[in-house]
C-alpha cells in the first residue's frame, strides 16, 4: 500500500497533530510538495501532500482562505501541512474553518518537524510499496511460469485469477473462451465476444478496457500474439483498477500466453507439412504408407468415415498472396476442433490459394462448416466450399474429386457451400444456371424463336411438348390442342430449321436441356 495521511500522523519522529478532514485520513499521498505561492496550484498534479509556512498567505483573512483552500481541493491536494511557530504561532482559525468547510485534511506540523522530514517519510514509503509491488510482481512471475512450464495455458489463467482476486479468461483465434478462472467467469467471459472481436481488428499488441461501471466489473483485454495477426486474448476482470504487482502479473501472464502461442504455431507448421505428406499418400492411393506416417498424430482419424472440403476464398487474396478469409476459415475449424478434442488436418493446396481439410464424419469440425456457411452465399461468407461425401482413406481420391466438383458448383451458384451429396441427389436443372449453358442454349434455340417471331407457327412450344411426351404424337397434339398431323408438320419444320434429325436421342437431349436452361414456359394453340 503507498503511504496515506493517517500513516504520516502515526510516524513517531514526525509528531504531526490533525485539526480537520479526520474522515479522509486514509488517502494516499503520492509525494510532499513545498509551496510558498499564493498559489500553487498550476504547479500541481494530484495526490499531493502540500507543505506550508503561510509566509505569503493572509491566513487570518476568512475569505481569502476559502478561495485558497476551494482551490487546493480542486486541483487535487489531498492534504495541506500547517508549520505552527514559524510565522504563526498556531494555525489561524479562518484556514482551520475553510479546511474543515471543504473536508480538506490539515495537519499541524511542530517546528522541530522540519519540511524535509515528511518528504523523507513519504519518499521512502512510496519506495518501499514500489519495492515490494515488484518482489511481489517477480514472485507472482515464477508462479505463472511454473504454471506454464506445468499445466499450460489454463493453469496460467487459474494461478492469475486468484492474484487479482478477480476472474481471468483465455480466448482463441477466432474469439471463442477456451479457458476461463472461476468456472462463473466463462459466462461472464462469453459476454465480452464483441469486444474482443474488435481487439482482433488491431495490430499486436493492443490492449481495451471495458466495464468498470457501478453494475459491472472493471476488465482488461489484452491482446496475444506478436504478428501482424492477433492469436487470441486475456480477459482480466477485477472491481478495481489493478495495482503495481497485479499488473506486473497479468503482463508476465501476456507474455507466457503469448509465447504459447508462439510455440503453439510453431508445432503447427510441423504438423501442416505432416499432414501434407499423409494427404499426398492418401490421394496417391496409398493409405497403409500415409497411416504409418500419421502415427499418433493424425492416425486416428483414418480410423473412422471422414470427409474431405476444398475451400478458396470468393475475393483477391491479400497483398502478402494468401487470403484473410481462407485464414480465418481455417482458424475456425480448428477452434472448433480443439474445443471438442478432435483431430483435424487442414493444409494448403499446393502453390493454390487454398486450403484442403480432412476431418472426421459428423464430428464438431463438419457441423461448425456446414452450420456457418451452408445458408450463405460467397459475397457474405468470402470463401467457397465444396464439401465430398463421407469416406474412407482408400477413396480419399475420389472424395478429393468430389469436393472439386462440388467447389465448381458452388463457385458458379455464388454460394458459399456446396455438399456433393446435394449434387447426386438433387436435380441437374440448378446446374444449368450458367451463362455458358444459356448461351448454348439461346444459339440452339434462336432460329426457331426467330420462326416463331414472324407468326408462323409455334414450334418452340410444340418441340417442348413433343419431347415431355417422349414423342408420343397423340399426347402431345393433346396438350397443344391441334391435330396430330399438324404437330408431325411443326416437327419436320424443326428439323428442317435446325438441321438435325430428332430421331437422334443426344439432338433430343441437347434440345431437351436447351429449353430446361433457357426456362421458357410451356404454351399451347
Do not use: N
Amino acid at each position: 500500500m503507498p503511504p496515506t495521511l493517517a500513516s504520516l500522523v502515526q510516524h513517531s519522529a514526525l509528531k504531526l497533530t490533525v485539526r480537520a478532514g479526520e474522515d479522509r485520513l486514509e488517502t494516499p499521498v503520492r509525494w510532499a510538495h513545498v509551496s510558498e505561492l499564493a498559489d500553487p496550484v498550476p504547479y500541481m498534479e494530484g495526490g499531493e501532500l502540500l507543505l506550508v509556512t503561510a509566509m505569503t498567505l493572509d491566513a487570518e483573512d476568512r475569505e481569502a482562505m476559502r478561495r485558497y483552500v476551494r482551490r487546493l481541493v480542486g486541483a487535487g491536494v489531498v492534504g495541506l501541512g500547517f508549520a505552527v511557530g514559524v510565522y504563526y504561532e498556531d494555525i489561524p482559525d479562518a484556514l482551520v474553518e475553510a479546511a474543515r468547510e471543504e473536508g480538506l485534511p490539515l495537519l499541524a506540523v511542530p517546528r522541530r518537524t522540519p519540511f524535509l522530514a515528511i518528504s523523507k517519510a513519504v519518499s521512502a514509503a512510496i519506495a518501499a510499496d514500489q519495492y515490494r509491488a515488484v518482489t511481489a510482481g517477480f514472485e507472482a512471475q515464477r508462479e505463472l511460469t511454473r504454471a506454464a512450464l506445468a499445466e499450460g495455458p489454463p493453469a496460467v489463467v487459474a494461478r492469475l485469477a486468484a492474484y487479482v482476486d478477480g476472474w481471468a479468461a483465455l480466448y482463441d483465434t477466432s474469439g471463442a473462451v477456451v479457458a476461463a478462472a472461476p468456472e462463473w467467469a466463462a459466462r461472464r467471459a462469453a459476454r465480452l465476444t464483441a469486444d474482443v472481436e474488435r481487439l482482433r481488428e488491431r495490430a499486436a499488441p493492443a490492449s481495451a478496457v471495458v466495464g468498470g461501471t457501478d453494475e459491472d466489473d472493471r476488465v482488461e483485454l489484452q491482446s496475444l500474439g506478436t504478428g501482424r495477426r492477433v492469436r487470441g486474448a486475456l480477459a482480466v476482470g477485477t472491481g478495481a483498477p489493478l495495482g503495481t504487482s497485479e499488473r506486473y502479473a497479468v503482463h508476465s501472464a501476456v507474455a507466457l500466453l503469448t509465447l504459447s502461442t508462439e510455440r503453439s504455431r510453431s508445432l503447427q507448421a510441423a504438423e501442416q507439412r505432416l499432414g501434407a505428406a499423409v494427404l499426398r499418400m492418401l490421394l496417391s492411393g496409398q493409405p497403409d504408407h500415409a497411416r504409418a506416417v500419421a502415427g499418433d498424430l493424425y492416425g486416428g482419424l483414418l480410423d473412422a468415415p471422414f470427409r474431405l472440403l476444398i475451400a478458396e476464398p470468393a475475393g483477391e487474396p491479400d497483398g502478402d498472396g494468401t487470403s484473410s478469409a481462407l485464414g480465418a476459415f481455417t482458424e475456425a475449424l480448428e477452434s472448433a476442433a480443439a474445443r471438442a478434442g478432435e483431430t483435424v488436418l487442414a493444409v494448403p493446396d499446393g502453390t493454390e490459394d487454398r486450403v484442403v481439410v480432412l476431418a472426421v464424419d459428423g464430428g464438431a469440425v463438419a457441423a461448425a462448416c456446414t452450420a456457418a456457411y451452408a445458408a450463405k452465399d460467397a459475397d457474405e461468407a468470402q470463401v467457397y466450399v465444396g464439401l465430398s461425401a463421407p469416406t474412407g482413406p482408400i477413396a480419399a481420391a475420389g472424395a478429393y474429386k468430389q469436393c472439386e466438383q462440388a467447389l465448381s458448383v458452388a463457385r458458379r451458384r455464388g454460394r458459399a457451400l456446396v455438399e456433393h451429396e446435394e449434387l447426386a441427389t438433387g436435380s441437374i436443372l440448378p446446374l444449368l444456371a450458367d451463362d455458358a449453358v444459356r448461351a448454348f442454349a439461346d444459339g440452339m434455340l434462336r432460329a426457331l424463336y426467330e420462326h416463331d417471331a414472324t407468326g408462323r407457327g409455334d414450334l418452340v412450344a410444340s418441340l417442348r411438348a413433343w419431347l415431355s411426351r417422349h414423342g408420343q404424337w397423340d399426347a402431345a397434339a393433346a396438350d397443344l390442342g391441334v391435330h396430330r398431323h399438324t404437330l408431325r408438320y411443326r416437327m419436320r419444320r424443326v428439323e428442317e430449321i435446325l438441321g438435325r434429325s430428332l430421331d437422334d436421342a443426344d439432338v433430343r437431349m441437347e434440345l431437351w436441356l436447351a429449353l430446361k436452361a433457357t426456362g421458357e414456359p410451356q404454351q399451347s394453340r
